[in-house]
């Protein structure tokens, strides 16, 4: 979004979105609306280590038996706005309203989710209806934008490889660090598990404060009382108006410790730090990031177990000891993604 509106002086941009509106203004320095809502249910989390996989077929069968519904309605919605395309990451939801409001659209993303649920436990047992409806919709894209790491896209019928959409720091590590109060003569990892939360994880009982510090924007730490002298919290809000983003958190530390999503993943690969990741259920992406990420970013697996009991020590050293990935990837997917949802929306208009 941040290089469509360089691409695009005076853009409008609607957000169309169930996402914490908190976490939009901490990302976002560009004019945005934000229409709160769901798009779609994705995976049901207890928390970002364990999903509910029942509640995510039960979610998933409720939201698209009343699927029309919530295409009439968004069409409606966006009817009176001069849309000049939609764009979706990666709702099919998207490409059915735009082919009624007959714009173009651009799916962007690394997996779809008929992809997804075709091997999520119970999903097709209970609903062998429901990825053939997404692919169905996933078709009416006029162009799909393909990110690394990739799963489902042979569905599109034009389809166009990107390089890593990565968000990348701004301000150098020793600015982050002294920013932030992060030793500067010790080695940082960054805890990174979004707004689910870790709740079984006691930092406190962390077995590498000896050596190492660890930083946490986590809810969680809020509710832990007094926290070790190595751990540090960074409050939510520390990063509007502070000329600090996220992402210069993850390239001022040696380690992220993590389960495996795209966004980080490409943040840890665009800045050259190490990934100590752990599982989180059944999720088909999780195998495909496992399998490939190896080639671009050091990484070593904690057990579950390990990682709430605190044992992080001997991976970190043993991470921190790994060489240097032996493959690179390029970071400016955003510039050419931004470049192809332009040509979209200029052939709408021209059109």
């Known amino acids: 979004m941040h290089a469509l509106a360089s691409e695009v002086p005076g853009l409008r941009l609607i957000i169309r979105s169930a996402a914490n509106p908190g976490l939009l203004r901490r990302t976002l320095s560009v004019p945005f609306e934000l229409r709160p809502g769901r798009c779609d249910t994705g995976i049901v ?9 029942e509640a995510t077929v039960r979610e998933a069968m409720r939201f ?38 007959a714009v173009p659209s651009v799916a962007i993303g690394n997996f779809t989710w008929d992809w997804i649920y075709d091997t999520h436990p119970g999903l097709v047992a209970a609903a062998p209806w429901l990825p053939p409806l997404l692919r169905a919709s996933y078709r009416k894209a006029t162009t799909a934008l393909e990110l690394p790491f990739s799963g489902g896209f042979d569905v599109f019928t034009n389809r166009h490889a990107l390089p890593l959409v990565a968000r990348r720091p701004t301000r150098t590590r020793a600015d982050t660090r002294a920013h932030f109060g992060i030793p ?4 940082a990892a960054l805890l990174s598990f979004g707004g689910y939360g870790v709740p079984d994880l006691d930092l406190s009982r962390l077995d590498c404060l000896d050596t190492w510090t660890v930083v946490t924007t986590d809810r969680l730490a809020s509710t832990m009382g007094p926290l070790p002298r190595y751990v540090r919290l960074v409050p939510e809000d520390a990063f509007i108006g502070s000329g600090f ?50 080639r671009f970013v050091r990484s070593r697996f904690v057990l579950p177990e390990d990682l709430l009991a605190g044992r992080w020590r001997a991976a970190l050293d043993a991470l921190q000891a790994q060489p240097p990935p032996p493959e690179t990837l390029p970071s400016d997917g955003a510039e050419h993604a931004a470049r192809a949802i332009r040509i979209a929306a200029d052939a709408s208009r021209s059109g």
């Open 45 to 53: 989390q207890k928390s970002s280590i364990a999903q509910d996989d």
């Open 184 to 187: 500067i003569d010790r080695p």
């Open 64 to 101: 698209y038996r009343e699927y029309d519904a919530a295409i009439d309605a968004e069409t409606r919605a966006l009817a009176s706005d001069a849309v000049s395309v939609v764009v979706g990451d990666i709702t099919p939801l998207a490409f059915e309203v735009a082919a009624r409001l």
């Open 245 to 294: 983003r996220y992402e210069d958190l993850v390239g001022a530390v040696e380690a992220v410790v993590t389960k495996p999503g795209y966004g980080i993943l490409a943040e840890c690969i665009s800045t050259g730090t190490a990934m100590l990741f752990t599982s989180r259920g059944v999720f088909r992406e999780y195998d495909l990031m496992v399998r490939e990420m190896p």
